[in-house]
C-alpha cells in the first residue's frame, strides 16, 4: 500500500486550540460527573463503618441525605451530558464547516485529485473520531494525569525507595504504549485509506449500476469489492491483535509491579521498616497510580485514531486557497472580447492544446468544430479558467483571466457542460441553484430550453428528480442544465456539444430560440455538425488540439481540406431538413 | 417500493435475535472467549483475598520463603491473566472484523442484485455510509459491548442470586428494580432506537449531501455558487447536529436511569434493611454483608448503564442495514417453459402488446415489435419520448407493466441475467467507465476476454476490425481513462463502443451510442458494424439520420405508441410535418 504519510504543519493541539473552551467544559463536567460517580459508594461505605461502630444509625437524616444527594447526582449528571453532547457535536459540526468552507475554495482540480470519496471519508468518519477523542479520550487523559500524579506524590511520602519500583515501571509501560501506538496510527491510516477506496468503490457501482446490469458484471463487481474488503479485514485485524499485545503486556507490567511491592513491602514489614498500615495504604496506591495508565490503553485506540484522522484532515485543511488571494484580481464587466495569444496547455506529457491563436468580439457567434478529441472541450474549460497551468495570454475585454475575480467571469458568462449535472431537488432548485428568478423568467426560459414537455406549467417546476437525474431522460437532462444557464442572462453563452442528445427538430428550434432571444450575448458553440453553423460568424476548425482552419462556412470550405471533408460526409438527407435554418 | 428510511417497526427481542443470528457461525469461540472473560473476571475478584490472605498468614507471621513461593504464585496467576487476555481480545476482536466483513460484502451484493430502480429512490452517500458507517457501529457492539454485557449480566445474576439466597425479603428487594428496569428497556426501545436512527439517517443524507456536492462541483463554481455550495452542506451538517446531539443526550439520560436504579437499591436496603435489625429480623452483620453485595450488584449494572448507548446506536445501525438486506428485485427469474411460446427460428426478440409506465401514466403503449436475427432496425423519436425506456426492457432492466418479451422463443423472465447479457450487447446512452486503464475497461464484465494477456487481447481487437479505433488512443491499452484522465464525451463513446463490440452480442442495442463522436469516427464504427457476423441483429437509436440510413426497418416512436415507418423519406416527412 502507498503511504504519502501528510506531515501537518500545525500540530494537533494547535488544531484544537479554537475550540478549547468547549473542550474545557467537556472536561470539566467529566471530572465532575466521574467524581459525582463515586460518592455514593464512598457514602454506603461510611455508613457500614458507622454501623460497624455505633451499631445504629439515624435512620430519618440518612435517607433526607440520601435522596437529596441523589436528586443533585441526578440534575449534575444531566446538565453533564447535556453539555458534554452539546460540546463534542459542537466541535464535530464546526469542523465539518470548516473543511467544506475550504473545499469550496478550491478548483475543480482539487476534488478530482483529492477524490470526493476521500473527501467523503474525512467529513464523515474522520471526523467522527476526532469527536470521539475530543469528548472521550481528552478528559481520560486529564484525570489519568491528575491521579497519576497525586498517586506518585502520596507513593513517594510513604516510602521513596519502594515507590522507585512504581514509578520506574512507568516509563516501560509508556515505551510499550508507544511502540505499539506508532505501529496502530499508520493501520488506522491505511484502514481509513480502505475506507475512501470502498467509498469510491461503491459509488463507482451506483454510478455504474446501469453497466453493472447490462453487462452481467456483478461477479466482477464482488471481486473487486471482496478484494477491498479483504484488505480492510486484515489490517483490522492487525488492530485486534496489536489491541491483543499492548493489553496484557501493560497488565502484567502492571501486576508485576503489583507483586514486588508486595515482596519488598512485605520484607520491610518483616524486618520493621514499614507499618502494615503504611503497607497497605501503599499497595492501595500502588492501584490508583497504575490504574489510570491502564484505561489509557483503552483511550490509547481513542488517540491514536484522533491523531491519524487529523494528519488526514490537515491535509485538506492546510493545502492553499488556489482561488481566494484576491489582491490584484479585478472585477470587470464582461462584453464578450476574448483574445488568445499562443495558448499551450497539457496534461502529463500529453498536449492538449497547441499555439492556439484567437479573437472573439461582443456579439459574435462562434462555433468550434472538429473531430473526437480534437481539444475543444480543453480549449473552453481553458478559456473558463478551469485548467490553470496553462501557458500563453487569455484575455478578456483586454484583461488577462489571471487578473480577474473568478466571481465577474462565472456570473456573466454562462456554460452548459457535455456532462450534464443534475441534483436531487426540485427542477427549479436545478434552474435557479438557489437564486432568486421569477416563475415568468423561469418558465420563459423552459420555452427557450424546449423543456415544455418536461414542465408544463409552474406546477412542475416543484417535480423532484432523482439523485443524477436518474428520472429524466440524456436529452431532457442537458435541457435542463441549458435553462439553468440562460435564467441567469448571460452576457456570453458557451454551450459545448449540447444538442447531441436531442432530435433534430428540438434541436433546430432551440438554436433559433437562442438566436432570436439572446442575439446580443457572444455564443461560443461546440458541435460536431456543420449544417447547424452555417450561419455562424466564425468557425474554429480544431484538431489535435491545433487550429487549422478559422472563418465563415464558406470560407473555410474553400480553405480548410478537413473541413470541407467533414461537409461532405455529413451533406445527406439529415440536414437537408434545416434549410432556411435561422440566422 | 425501493424507498429506504421507513422508521423502525421491528421488536427489540426479535433485532436482538437477528443480530445474534449473525454471529451464529462464531458460537463456539465467543464461547471460549466467555470463558476466558469469566477466567479473569474470577482472578480479578479473588486475587484480592489472596492478596488479603498472603499479608494475614505470611507477612504478619514473618514466613519469608513462604512469601516468595506464594508470589511466584501470585506472577504465575497474573500470567496466565494477561495470556487468557491477549486470547480473548484476539478472538473476539476476530469475530467483530468478521461479522463486518461479511455485512459488507452481504449488502453490497444485495446492491448489486436489486434493480436500477433502487437507485433512483436512493441517495448513493446514504447507501456508503450504510455500508461503511452503520457496519462499524455494529463492529463495536460485536467487539468490545457483547463481552461486557454478558459479564456485567452474569455478575448481576450471580450476585442477585447470592443476595436473595442470604435473605429472600431484601434480595427480592434489591434485585427487584431489575424487572421495571427491563420494562422500561423494553418500553423505551422503540423511541431511542428511532432517535437513534434519525441521528444516523442524518448522517447518511449528510453523506449524500456531500457526495453529490462533490460529484457536481464544477457546477457550483461555473455558476459563481460556491457559496450555494457551502451553505447547502452546512445545513445538513447543522440538521446532522440537531439529530445527533439529541440522541446522544437521550442516550446519555436513558443510561442514568440504570445508574439511578443502582443507588436506589441501595437506599431501599438500607432503610428496609435498618428496620429488619430494628426488628430483630436479620443481625447487623447480614445487613452490612447486604450492603457490601448491593455495592458490588451495583458496578456491573453501571457497566450496562454505559453500555445502552451504544447498544441503541448500534440496532438502529442494524435497522438501517437491514432495510437494505430485506429487499428483494423484483426481476425474479422465472422457470423456463417447456416448449417455446413462440417458435419462429428467425426471431430473436418478439414484444407483444407492451404496457410500460412510471408511477400511474404509462410512458408506453402496446408496444408490438419483432427483431429478426441479422436485420439492423432503428428508433427513431422526439427526446424524452422513451426510446431508452424501450431499449432497456429488451435488456431487462426494468420489466413492463403489461405484455410479454420474448426472447428466442422463451419469455425473457426466464434468463438468468447473465444469459441475457451474453447475448444482447447495449452501449448506455450515459458511457460509463471504470476506474482504471483501457485494457480494463475493454476486459471488464467479460468472461470470455478477461483472462486474456495484452497480446492476445490486442489480437481479439484486431479480429474484430477495432484496431483503427484503439489507435486513437496514444498510449494504446495502457491509457488510463479514469476520473482524472480528462475524457471527452466522444472519446468515452469510443470505448463503450469497442468494449460492447469485443462481447459478440447476438443483438447490439445503440442507444444513441455515437451522439459525441465526429463523422470520421461514426463511418468506422460503421464499417465495423457491418463486418459484424451476419447474423447480428442491430438494434440503433439515434437522432443523427444518418446514422440509421441503412436500417432495415424503422420505427417511430411517439406519444408513447410504437409504429413502423416504411422508409427513411416517411420519417422525414413526418418530421416535416409536425409541430416543431
Known amino acids: 500500500m502507498k503511504n504519502n504519510s501528510y506531515k501537518p504543519k500545525k500540530s494537533f493541539v494547535h488544531f484544537l486550540a479554537p475550540h478549547a473552551g468547549w473542550i474545557l467544559l467537556i472536561t470539566i463536567t467529566n471530572l465532575i460527573s466521574n467524581g459525582i460517580s463515586l460518592v455514593i459508594p464512598r457514602f454506603t461505605a461510611n455508613l457500614i463503618n458507622e454501623v460497624k461502630i455505633s451499631g445504629s444509625i439515624d435512620t430519618n437524616f440518612t435517607l433526607t441525605w440520601f435522596f437529596s444527594a441523589l436528586a443533585l447526582i441526578l440534575i449534575l449528571s444531566i446538565m453533564q451530558i447535556l453539555i458534554a453532547s452539546i460540546s463534542s457535536e459542537n466541535i464535530a459540526a464546526t469542523l465539518r464547516k470548516k473543511i467544506i468552507k475550504k473545499i469550496s475554495q478550491q478548483d475543480t482540480s482539487f476534488v478530482d485529485q483529492k477524490t470526493s470519496s476521500k473527501l467523503l471519508t474525512n467529513l464523515t468518519s474522520d471526523i467522527d473520531f476526532i469527536k470521539t477523542f475530543v469528548s472521550q479520550g481528552f478528559s481520560s487523559l486529564v484525570s489519568t494525569v491528575f491521579l497519576a500524579l497525586g498517586a506518585s506524590f502520596s507513593l513517594l511520602l510513604i516510602d521513596a525507595n519502594l515507590a522507585l519500583i512504581v514509578i520506574l515501571s512507568i516509563p516501560l509501560m509508556m515505551l510499550t504504549f508507544i511502540l505499539i501506538f506508532k505501529k496502530l496510527m499508520k493501520l488506522f491510516k491505511n484502514s481509513q485509506e480502505v475506507i475512501d477506496k470502498l467509498n469510491l468503490k461503491i459509488s463507482e457501482t451506483i454510478f455504474g449500476a446501469n453497466l453493472v446490469r447490462v453487462l452481467s458484471s456483478q461477479e466482477f463487481e464482488k471481486e473487486k469489492f471482496n478484494k477491498l474488503t479483504n484488505t480492510s479485514r486484515e489490517i483490522s485485524i492487525k488492530i485486534v491483535n496489536n489491541f491483543g499485545m499492548l493489553l496484557p503486556i501493560i497488565n502484567l507490567i502492571f501486576n508485576t509491579v503489583l507483586v514486588l511491592v508486595i515482596y519488598f513491602g512485605g520484607i520491610n514489614v518483616i524486618e520493621n521498616s514499614l507499618s502494615l498500615g503504611e503497607f497497605q495504604a501503599f499497595y492501595q496506591y500502588t492501584g490508583l497510580l497504575l490504574a489510570p495508565i491502564f484505561i489509557l490503553g483503552f483511550v490509547g485506540g481513542t488517540i491514536s485514531r484522533a491523531f491519524s484522522s487529523y494528519s488526514r484532515i490537515a491535509e485538506v485543511l492546510e493545502s492553499s486557497d488556489s482561488t481566494i488571494n484576491s489582491d490584484n484580481k479585478m472585477l470587470i464587466d464582461i462584453k464578450g472580447n476574448f483574445e488568445i495569444r499562443d495558448l499551450n496547455f497539457s496534461v502529463g506529457e500529453k498536449q492538449i492544446l497547441k499555439k492556439i491563436k484567437l479573437k472573439i468580439h461582443t456579439g459574435q457567434k462562434v462555433a468550434i468544430i472538429g473531430p473526437t478529441a480534437a481539444g475543444k472541450t480543453a480549449l473552453v474549460n481553458t478559456i473558463l479558467g478551469l485548467n490553470k497551468n496553462f501557458t500563453g495570454d487569455i484575455l478578456l475585454e483586454g484583461i488577462s483571466i489571471l487578473n480577474i475575480e473568478e466571481e465577474s467571469i462565472y456570473k456573466q458568462i454562462g456554460v452548459v457542460f457535455q456532462d450534464s449535472l443534475i441534483f436531487n431537488s426540485s427542477i427549479r432548485e436545478n434552474i435557479t441553484l438557489g437564486d432568486c428568478f421569477s416563475d415568468d423568467e423561469i418558465m420563459k426560459v423552459i420555452k427557450i430550453a424546449c423543456l415544455d414537455d418536461l414542465v408544463r406549467s409552474e406546477i412542475d417546476l416543484e417535480k423532484i428528480i432523482s439523485e443524477r437525474g436518474g428520472s429524466l431522460s440524456g436529452g431532457q437532462k442537458q435541457r435542463l442544465t441549458l435553462a439553468r444557464a440562460l435564467v441567469r442572462k448571460p452576457k456570453v453563452l458557451i454551450l459545448d456539444d449540447i444538442t447531441a442528445r436531442v432530435d433534430i427538430g428540438t434541436e433546430k428550434k432551440i438554436i433559433k430560440n437562442i438566436f432570436e432571444d439572446f442575439a446580443d450575448a457572444t455564443l461560443i458553440f461546440i458541435t460536431q455538425k456543420v449544417e447547424l453553423i452555417k450561419n455562424f460568424d466564425n468557425i474554429i476548425f480544431l484538431m489535435e488540439g491545433e487550429i487549422l482552419g478559422e472563418g465563415k462556412h464558406e470560407e473555410l470550405l474553400n480553405r480548410c481540406f478537413e473541413y470541407r471533408q467533414i461537409y461532405e460526409s455529413q451533406r445527406n438527407v439529415e440536414y437537408q431538413l434545416l434549410d432556411g435554418y435561422p440566422s | ?580
Open chain 2, 1 to 580: 417500493m425501493y424507498q429506504l428510511n421507513k422508521t423502525a417497526k421491528t421488536n427489540f427481542i426479535k433485532t436482538m435475535l437477528e443480530i445474534a443470528g449473525l454471529v451464529k457461525e462464531n458460537f463456539s469461540k465467543l464461547t471460549f472467549a466467555l470463558v476466558l472473560v469469566l477466567l479473569n473476571s474470577l482472578i480479578t475478584i479473588f486475587s484480592p483475598y489472596f492478596i488479603g490472605l498472603i499479608t494475614d498468614e505470611l507477612i504478619l507471621k514473618g514466613l519469608r520463603y513462604e512469601l516468595f513461593v506464594a508470589l511466584i504464585l501470585l506472577f504465575s496467576i497474573y500470567l496466565v491473566y494477561s495470556l487468557s487476555s491477549y486470547f480473548q481480545i484476539r478472538v473476539i476482536g476476530k469475530v467483530g472484523v468478521d461479522t463486518v466483513h461479511k455485512l459488507r460484502n452481504k449488502i453490497f451484493e444485495k446492491l448489486n442484485e436489486l434493480p436500477i430502480s433502487f437507485f433512483n429512490s436512493n441517495k448513493s452517500g446514504d447507501l456508503i455510509s450504510r455500508i461503511n458507517n452503520d457496519t462499524e457501529v455494529l463492529n463495536g457492539l460485536f467487539s468490545e459491548v457483547l463481552v461486557r454485557f454478558f459479564l456485567s449480566f452474569f455478575n448481576i445474576a450471580g450476585i442477585g442470586i447470592f443476595l436473595t439466597f442470604l435473605n429472600p425479603k431484601l434480595g427480592v428487594l434489591s434485585v427487584g428494580l431489575i424487572i421495571p428496569l427491563f420494562v422500561y428497556t423494553i418500553a423505551t426501545n422503540r423511541l431511542f432506537r428511532n432517535i437513534n436512527k434519525k441521528s444516523l439517517d442524518s448522517l447518511g443524507s449528510l453523506s449524500s449531501e456531500i457526495s453529490e456536492g462533490l460529484n457536481n462541483f464544477k457546477t457550483f463554481i461555473i455558476f459563481n455558487k460556491r457559496e450555494f455550495f457551502n451553505e447547502r452542506i452546512k445545513k445538513s451538517i447543522d440538521d446532522n447536529f440537531r439529530k445527533s446531539t439529541l440522541a446522544s443526550f437521550v442516550n446519555g439520560v436513558s443510561s442514568l436511569i440504570y445508574d439511578l436504579a443502582g443507588n436506589l437499591a441501595t437506599v431501599l436496603v438500607i432503610t428496609f434493611g435498618l428496620q429488619m435489625v430494628k426488628n430483630v429480623e436479620i443481625t447487623l452483620g447480614t445487613l452490612i454483608a447486604f450492603l457490601l453485595l448491593v455495592n458490588r450488584f451495583y458496578e456491573p449494572l453501571k457497566t450496562l448503564a454505559s453500555l445502552v448507548g451504544t447498544i441503541q446506536r448500534s440496532l438502529a445501525s442494524w435497522d438501517r442495514i437491514n432495510e437494505i438486506l430485506r429487499m428483494e428485485t423484483n426481476l425474479k427469474v422465472t422457470q423456463k417453459e417447456n416448449e417455446k411460446i413462440y417458435s419462429n427460428e428467425k426471431t430473436m426478440i418478439k414484444m407483444i402488446d407492451v404496457d410500460f409506465g412510471y408511477d400511474h401514466s404509462l410512458v408506453l403503449k402496446d408496444v408490438n415489435l419483432e427483431i429478426e436475427k441479422g436485420k439492423t432496425y432503428a428508433l427513431v423519436g422526439p427526446t424524452g419520448s422513451g426510446k431508452s425506456t424501450l431499449a432497456s426492457m429488451i435488456m431487462r432492466l426494468h420489466d413492463p407493466v403489461s405484455g410479454k418479451i420474448i426472447l428466442n422463443g422463451y419469455d425473457l423472465k426466464s434468463f438468468r441475467p447473465d444469459e441475457i447479457s451474453d447475448q444482447i450487447g447495449f452501449i448506455l446512452q450515459e458511457p460509463f467507465l471504470i476506474e482504471g486503464t483501457l485494457e480494463e475497461n475493454l476486459k471488464y464484465g467479460n468472461r470470455k476476454l478477461n483472462h486474456l494477456t495484452k497480446s492476445e487481447l490486442l489480437k481479439e481487437i484486431e479480429n474484430r476490425n477495432l484496431k483503427e479505433v484503439l489507435n486513437k488512443f496514444r498510449n494504446g491499452l495502457d491509457e488510463y481513462v479514469g476520473v482524472n484522465s480528462y475524457l471527452s464525451l466522444g472519446q468515452k463513446q469510443l470505448v463503450t463502443f469497442m468494449r460492447a463490440i469485443l462481447r459478440d452480442p447476438k443483438l447490439l442495442i445503440m442507444d444513441e451510442a455515437t451522439s459525441n463522436v465526429d463523422t470520421k469516427t461514426e463511418k468506422l464504427f460503421q464499417a465495423i458494424l457491418d463486418s459484424l457476423p451476419a447474423d447480428t441483429s442491430k438494434f440503433i437509436i439515434a437522432h443523427k439520420l444518418n446514422t440509421i440510413r441503412k436500417a432495415d426497418e424503422i420505427y417511430l416512436i411517439a406519444n408513447g405508441r410504437v409504429e413502423k415507418i416504411e422508409n427513411l423519406q416517411v420519417v422525414l416527412e413526418i418530421i416535416r410535418k409536425s409541430d416543431y
